[in-house]
């Protein structure tokens, strides 16, 4: 990839501008969608600008997790009793080293507000539980699980409730229309009768800057020509990750380069490059979101051991968190260990057949198993035989599984190799205030600027949860939008 040049344009060498609002926006996703429903609510001109032919950005084809809690009445109405202080608890151990905790209060304080600005908004959400383990909900389920809260040792830390709030999609295929797309499509028609613009098919290449140093506007190539876009009070930069430049990934998050996965090809840093080029700051570049290519379901059912045998994680926890663990601290390598009889449990499971993975190795004992599997003589034996010995009393002292979980390990006995079997998307990004402002190197912030979404760096720092990006993505986009419409 061929990085384009990002140099900031003088505002006084335009003579003609193409456009203009009073808040431009780059990029349609989620940050976007929700910037223009606070700005034009704030009584903007707001002019959004967008890569594609439609909007919908990464957003469109996630999940659609939103990471929200505090007592949401989704929550309340699925019969869970959730406060603001063990939503921030839980936050401040899972999202990791370096976490912002200013900025994980804030949206926390914020969240149930948030969630009613969703339905506001026209975002559905059906009162349904999904208690199976699962990347996301099998059915049209409003709320599961979606960062391992009710797992070891995030249960120790904070009372345990599901805060993976799902928009309800009623003709749901896993794989191909996704809950995020009923998240986005209601933002957007909030956005547009409220009287914003979109303009398609626009790459943006860099910033426009008055004398002052005051950003206002941007110039970009449409069908090939150059356009200029004023923006009379402000610029948001919602332009999503960096997770498909390749140059990017290897400066700054080296271990995922060449396995991106739940991002999209539009995702190539520009709009944090074009910030860069103005001195702005950047934080958690090389955080990841990891995800491990298998079925959760096969996962709860059998034990993760590495290349010495061991286990060093549990099974039941978030499958991001396994990933993380597997690719970060285990050298990428890991192998399931599951009995016939659990992996046919695990396929007969409701859970559709996407990452269901059938065994690398089928044998008639671990020894024999251990031996085809090329681990070192014992080990694998010994790490069997001593989970299989406490899982007879329905116990984990090790990694503290949950009782439900755990059953002996019986023969046939098989193993699923996940070596090479993760892949994630980049979650560091700009610098940014609580109301979305991007600083520069020297903590100033850059007038005129706002960046939301995973164009800027979020809750999220070396930790994750499903749900986290389209959270802070719409509960900053709003900030965003807000100042910017402030001028």
């Keep these: 990839m061929v990085q384009q040049d990002v140099t900031p344009i003088p505002a006084e060498s335009i003579h003609h501008w193409d456009h203009e609002a009073d808040v431009v926006i780059a990029g349609y996703g989620v940050a976007g969608a929700a910037a223009a429903v606070e700005a034009v609510a704030a009584g903007a001109d707001v002019l959004v600008l967008e890569r594609t032919g439609s909007w919908g950005g990464a957003a469109a084809m996630a999940g659609g997790f939103i990471y929200l809690g505090g007592g949401t009445a989704l929550q309340r109405a699925c019969g869970f009793d959730d406060s603001v202080a063990d939503m921030t608890a839980y936050l401040n151990a899972a999202m990791g080293p370096g976490a912002d905790a200013d900025r994980i209060a804030d949206y926390c304080e914020g969240s149930v ?3 009613d600005w969703l339905v506001s908004c ?17 059915g049209d389920q409003g709320l599961m699980y979606s960062g391992g809260e009710n797992a070891h040792p995030f249960n120790t830390i904070a009372r345990p409730a599901p805060r993976g709030h799902v928009p309800q999609m009623a003709d749901k295929k896993q794989g191909e229309a996704s809950a995020g797309f009923m998240l986005m499509k209601p933002l957007v028609e909030t956005a547009t009768a409220g009287g914003a613009r979109g303009l398609f098919d626009v790459r943006v ?7 002052d140093g005051r950003v206002v506007g941007i110039r970009a190539r449409q069908y090939g020509g150059d356009v200029t876009i004023r923006a009379r009070r402000g610029v948001v930069l919602a332009t999503g990750s960096f997770a498909y430049n390749d140059a990017m990934v290897a400066q700054y998050a080296p271990r995922i380069s060449g396995r991106p996965a739940a991002s999209i090809e539009q995702h190539d840093g520009q709009g944090i490059r074009m910030a860069q080029a103005l001195g702005a700051d950047l934080a ?5 979101e990891v995800a491990i290519f298998i079925d959760p379901q096969q996962l709860v059912r059998g034990i993760l051991v590495n290349g010495r045998g061991q286990r060093f994680v549990a099974e039941d926890t978030y499958p991001g968190r396994v ?14 260990v599951i009995d016939g009889a659990a992996q046919e449990e695990a396929m007969a499971s409701a859970s559709p057949q996407l990452m269901m993975r059938p065994p690398t190795w089928v044998c008639d004992t671990v020894a024999e198993l251990e031996q085809e599997m090329g681990l070192a003589p014992g080990s694998l034996q010994s790490t069997v035989a001593s989970y299989n010995e406490a899982a007879e009393r329905r116990e984990d002292p090790l990694l503290h599984k949950k009782a439900q979980w755990l059953k002996p390990i019986g023969s046939p006995v098989g193993a699923v190799d996940l070596r090479e079997s993760t892949g ?15 600083l520069d190197v020297s903590g100033q912030p850059i007038a005129g600027l706002y960046a939301a979404g995973r164009s800027a760096s979020g809750l999220a720092a070396w930790g994750y949860a499903s749900g986290i990006s389209l959270g802070d993505g719409s509960f900053y986009g709003r900030r965003a939008g807000r100042h910017a419409a402030k001028g």
């Design 424 to 438: 994630g998307f980049t979650l560091g990004g700009l610098k940014t205030t609580l109301d979305a402002e991007v």
């Design 284 to 288: 958690h570049m090389d955080a990841t």
């Design 323 to 336: 990933g993380q663990a597997t690719l970060y601290h285990q050298d990428n390598t890991a192998y399931l």
């Design 122 to 138: 026209g975002v559905p959400f059906k009162a349904e539980f999904f208690g199976e383990p699962g990347w996301e909900p099998m």
């Design 113 to 115: 507000e948030h969630f």
């Design 205 to 211: 290449q860099s910033l426009v800057v008055a004398p």
